[in-house]
């Protein structure tokens, strides 16, 4: 499947920067004709990931860049996300245990159980020192 257009968007690794990936998503959705439910749920899938990745990638306090491709087809959407941290393959994280009665959640993981439920394919790559996620959503 062939992904044209496409664009690319690279923020440093400070959640400041969340909202210009938002909104630079959004005005792809929208000069792309993507499906406002398809935008909303993808909004969703950016900002799990790319919170995920700024939170948990370095273990520094230095300056970072990730960045973040859109693509549409004429049957799909795909997110790239690239980003030169720590070796973190999410298709390895453990899915959400159900919850026992009376049991209270513990934090973490529901995020990425939350990207897959939003989502049809994802795939990983460790590429030299990046690590790559691919996101399709399907649009019909």
Known sequence: MPIAPSEQVKISNDLANLPKLQQAFE?????????????NQLQVVLDEMVSNIIKYAWS???????????????????LEFDDDGA????????????????????????GLHMVRQLVDRMA???????NHVTITKQLN
């Open 27 to 39: 005005q792809f959705g929208q000069q792309h004709c993507i499906p406002v439910q398809a935008i």
């Open 60 to 78: 520094d306090d230095s300056a970072h860049e990730l960045s973040v491709s859109f693509g549409v087809s004429d049957n799909a959407v795909t």
């Open 87 to 110: 070796k973190f393959n999410p298709l390895e994280a453990s899915p959400v245990a159900p919850l026992q009665p009376g049991q209270r959640p513990r934090p973490g993981g529901v």
């Open 124 to 130: 990983y790559a460790r590429i030299g020192a990046t």
